[in-house]
């Protein structure tokens, strides 16, 4: 049974762009043999990340990275049962935040900084989808 997963975490300070880049290359090195696929966020401190898979193994890989200490007030904002996967193309996409327009954050929320903390998960996966369909996730 497939499921897709959106939760948000706030990123500890020792998150540099390295260890960032060091987190997607482990995912897109481990996800495959997995089964997952999904997309990242991380912008302004906070990470939006949807994933998708089996459940068993999504709902343990949420565990792992609820209890990961780069990762602070992790809040699940959607788990829900799929019958197909948006984000099938990538092992982990990755937001391009330069190509964030302003003006599709407004459209979505009440400023135009990303904030899943103040926005529902449907909200906030509906984001996700206007991204991949502007072309603004990347995978390398």
């Not at 992790?74 to 948006?86: D, G, K, N, P, Q």
């Not at 996409?93 to 954050?105: D, K």
Request: hydrophobic share 45%; net charge neutral; glycine share 6%.
């Amino acid at each position: 049974m497939l499921v897709r997963l959106l939760y948000a975490s706030r990123v500890a300070p020792s998150v540099t762009p390295e260890a960032l880049t060091a987190i997607l290359r482990a995912s897109r090195a481990n996800n495959p043999k997995a089964g997952v696929t999904g997309v990242l966020c991380c912008s302004d401190g906070i990470f939006m990340q949807s994933l998708e898979g089996g459940r068993n193994v999504i709902s343990k890989l949420f565990q792992k990275i609820a209890a990961d200490p780069r990762h602070s007030d992790v809040v699940l904002l959607s788990y829900e049962e799929i019958a197909e996967r948006r984000f099938a193309g990538w092992a982990m996409g990755q937001v391009n935040v330069s190509r964030l327009n302003p003006a599709l954050m407004l459209k979505y929320s009440e400023t135009a900084e990303l904030d899943p903390y103040a926005v529902s998960g449907a909200v906030s996966m509906a984001l996700f989808d206007e991204l991949v369909a502007t072309a603004s996730v990347m995978c390398t």
